[in-house]
């Protein structure tokens, strides 16, 4: 008999590990397809309530698995990923699958195409359950800007999971995939991790081919993985990370065993801590969980000392200016010409372009695309655009100075736990400075992660963001497994 | 910085980008773009004179990596167009067709 009044379902759930699961695909003991049929009915279990899932693809999910096991009996070699079941967040495309960007806009529109990130996973054996519902062009903090409604957070369904990949964390916390894919701009991986309890990737600018992403702003998206735990989440990072012809912005640089890199201990690391991710408006739970990681990172042999990031505080308003100016260029292509929705019956062309996207675009995507438009517009580019890529300049030289002293740095992922459902959405300002935390490593193009550090009374996660110079994933991973490892 | 945006504004950046506002929705935007510029102000208290726009990180990533910032420009093929046109909304097969573009 419960003792006190419970919810009557807990939508929270913890995935096997990777290796587990590949195991038991290699042993024969586990059928690939049978994984797969049972992560469908915990998805027709829960994602009426928690709106996870925009679109399912089973038939290419089940055939895959059925090609796994095929090789599984046959003892041929498996990739990494055999048979795992992935989730994709609905701003990558996939050959045939709606890909709609949380937008009305795209309403129809099936791609002709797989992402790179999307044929590396299936090539390394994963089974690619569905799209994942995030925030209109992932613009959002929040998740209630899709136009397909929120999606709910797992562990209170009263509360926002974060946005804008909130369907990728919430997938991961309700079990409805073992790991996932998200984007993250200013903070749209790192955030959701956070609010969701998860574990979330940004990895370095360059690090993950974005062909295939639907672009929001091009200087800063990357594409990233979620997963229940830190391996897994270096596991998928591995496998996605990688240079490719069809992203110019990808590197060539050679790709680590980040799995076997996070398995090395964190003792003799050392973690920079700038002050200025401590101060006001930080809620004071989050900050007690930061501190009590901060004391397990010295109880695993690390040192601590404090790092000064002095321009932190212009960081939302220059990722503003840079992101929706980008924005602006990105979402012209959304016309009603090529793919996506039309208004009918235009007088004219150009009415034509009004119409399609005045009913196709949601109330925040038009606001940045007029800030955008607005920041690049004539008498304004330099005293907006130029002036914000100025002091991005400016943060990313102070990243790469504390860098010289440390090899990575911890703060916390977002100033508060998961917030109510309604309580930012009639304020834009309030709900960017929810970002406050994560758009500084997205202008200097670093990587980070989010790993769980403890919780709030009222059981709500708390995140620790370990950001590490560029092309440093390992560090971030074996910062990140020594928190985890201190179970806060 | 710190002008105002009026309507007028509103309206001529809307038409810049092909959006168009209704008549409860420039209020709003009015509201919100001049609450964001007020906000984003706060980058005048910076002196970068002198400091290099910095338009994205590679240029920070590559210094001494050997590779090049940008690709070669060379002739790839692209989608088949069978595979692009059915996601059109109106199309005759090979060009995309649209309302008309000059009013007589």
């Given amino acids: ?488 | 910085m710190t002008a105002k945006v009026t309507v007028r504004d509103v309206e001529q950046v809307a038409e810049l980008a092909h959006l168009e506002l209704g008549p409860e929705e420039t209020p709003a935007m009015l509201r919100d773009l001049n609450a964001i510029l007020d906000y984003v102000a706060e980058l005048n208290e910076l002196d970068t004179t002198g400091v290099a726009p910095l338009a994205q990180v590679s240029e920070l990533l590559l210094e001494g990596s050997g590779q090049g910032a940008l690709r070669a420009d060379a002739p790839q093929p692209s989608l088949d167009r069978a595979a692009v046109m059915p996601q059109a909304p109106e199309t005759d097969q090979v060009f995309f067709k649209v309302p008309k573009v000059i009013e007589r």
């Fill in chain 1, 1 to 488: 008999m419960p003792s006190e009044a419970k919810p009557a379902e807990s939508f929270v759930e913890k995935p096997k590990t990777l290796a587990e699961l590949r195991e038991g695909i290699i042993s024969g003991r586990t059928k690939a397809v049978d994984l797969a049929a049972g992560y469908y009915d915990r998805i027709a279990r829960k994602n009426p309530r928690l709106n996870a899932y925009l679109s399912l693809t089973k038939e290419r999910a089940l055939s895959q698995a059925a090609r796994v096991d095929a090789l599984a009996a046959k003892g041929e070699p498996l990739g990494v990923l055999a048979g795992i079941p992935v989730g994709i967040k609905d701003v990558l495309v996939m050959k045939g699958a709606p890909a709609t960007a949380g937008s009305k806009i795209l309403e129809g529109y099936r791609p002709p195409y797989d992402a790179t990130v999307v044929s590396r996973l299936e090539a390394a054996g994963a089974v690619l359950l569905g799209k994942l519902n995030c925030d209109e062009f992932a613009m959002g903090s929040s998740n209630e800007n899709s136009a397909y409604g929120p999606v709910r957070n797992p562990i209170d369904t009263e509360r926002v999971p974060g946005g804008s990949s909130g369907g990728s964390a919430a997938a991961v916390a309700a079990n409805m995939a073992v790991a996932t894919l998200g984007s993250d701009t200013g903070g749209s991986i790192r955030q959701p991790a956070s609010f969701c309890g998860v574990v979330g990737v940004l990895p370095t600018y360059g690090r993950v081919s974005r062909y295939g992403l639907i672009a929001f702003a091009s200087s800063l998206d990357r594409v990233g993985p979620f997963a229940s735990n830190v391996r897994d989440a270096a596991t998928m990072l591995g496998v996605i990370a990688g240079h490719d012809s069809h992203d110019a912005t990808s590197s060539e640089a050679p790709v680590p065993d980040y799995a076997a890199e996070s398995d090395k201990p964190a003792a003799g690391l050392r973690i920079g801590i700038p002050a200025e991710y401590f101060g006001e408006g930080l809620d004071p739970e989050v900050g007690a969980g930061i501190e009590r990681g901060i004391a397990a990172l010295k109880a695993a042999g690390c040192t601590v000392k404090p790092v000064s990031l002095p321009h932190t505080r212009y960081a939302v308003p220059t990722y503003y200016l840079i992101a929706t100016a980008e924005a602006s260029a990105n979402l012209a292509r959304f016309d009603g010409v090529r793919y996506g929705y039309r208004s009918p019956a235009s007088e004219n062309l150009a009415a034509m372009y009004r119409h399609s996207r005045d009913e196709g675009f949601g109330a925040e995507v038009k606001r940045r695309i007029l800030l955008g438009t607005y920041a690049l517009s004539a008498g304004y580019y330099d005293a907006y655009y130029l002036k914000a890529q100025q002091v991005r300049r400016l943060l990313a030289e102070e990243f790469l100075r504390a860098f010289a002293e440390v090899d990575a740095i911890v703060t916390p992922t977002a100033p508060t736990p998961a917030f109510k459902l309604g309580e930012k959405t009639g304020d834009p300002l309030a709900m960017y400075l929810a970002d406050i935390f994560t758009v500084t490593a997205s202008l200097a193009g670093i990587c980070g992660i989010t790993v769980p550090c403890g919780t709030t009374r009222d059981g709500l996660p708390v995140g620790m963001q370990v950001l590490a110079r560029h092309m440093n994933e390992s560090a971030a991973f074996r910062v990140a497994r020594a928190v985890e490892a201190a179970k806060i």
